[in-house]
């Protein structure tokens, strides 16, 4: 079975271009997350989807970021105009939550990104 | 608010040694608990997870770990380590009914000398 799957995998910019991040998550997971990491802030949770819906955004650090699920199997992740702090591993995962239950989180491989 | 505590930064152990990875949680309720591995370059991997139930949970690759509310630990152990588990492990509380919303430690990073 495929897991979740995201590209780029490697992505080199310069400050003030646009980033997008792209996430398959896995087929009939109803939940989807962007985390981002990094050394020194570890793993942040930034968005997450419910039945492609945003639950919470307040991990989302700026109106330069902005996430959208248009439908259940894919997601985006934009950043607009880019900075050099925005360098980062962000993580897309999703998971087969159900009503009242913590499901695991199923991650992808990550998108690297480098703002130069 | 929710919070995972790993006092641990770095292990080092030897080759078939026992292994034991400390983790505390802040929560009001019961928790949801769960073990992550990161290989390098790789996305995390759930190893075990704990909602409800026995306290010792296995997981894949030989780990365990227990759930101890008393001390508010849920600390991961395995009793002879391979070179291959060298990586990067994280622990995480989630929320219930608030779904996703895991809570990150910041890791522990095993290294296996030989």
């Known amino acids: 079975d495929a897991g979740v799957i995201q590209s780029p995998r490697h992505e080199v910019t310069e400050m003030g271009q646009e980033v997008t991040l792209r996430c398959k998550p896995i087929s009939g997971h109803n939940s989807l997350f962007w985390y981002r990491q990094t050394m020194m802030r570890g793993l942040e949770l930034l968005i997450y989807f419910n039945n492609n819906v945003p639950i919470d955004d307040s991990g989302m650090p700026e109106d330069r970021f902005s996430a959208k699920m248009p439908n259940a199997s894919f997601s985006t992740l934009k950043i607009q105009p880019s900075e050099p702090r925005d360098s980062a591993v962000y993580f897309c995962a999703s998971s087969p939550v159900r009503a009242g239950v913590t499901g695991e989180l199923f991650f992808g491989e990550g998108s690297r990104l480098t703002v130069l | 608010a929710q919070s995972v505590t790993q006092p641990d930064i770095h292990i080092t152990v030897s080759e078939g040694a026992s292994l034991e990875l400390r983790c505390n949680y802040s929560?009001?309720?019961?928790?949801?608990l769960f073990w992550y591995v990161q290989s390098p370059g790789q996305g995390l991997q759930l190893l075990l997870k704990?909602?409800?139930?026995?306290?010792l949970v296995q997981g894949i690759k030989g780990f365990e770990a227990e759930f101890k509310r008393s001390q508010s630990s849920f600390n991961l152990r395995k009793p002879s380590v391979h070179w291959s588990d060298a990586a990067e492990y994280f622990c995480a509380v989630g929320a219930g009914t608030n779904a996703g919303k895991s809570t990150f430690g910041d890791g522990t990073t095993l290294t296996v000398k030989p």
């Open positions: 929560y009001g309720a019961t928790p949801y």
């Open positions: 704990y909602f409800s139930g026995d306290t």
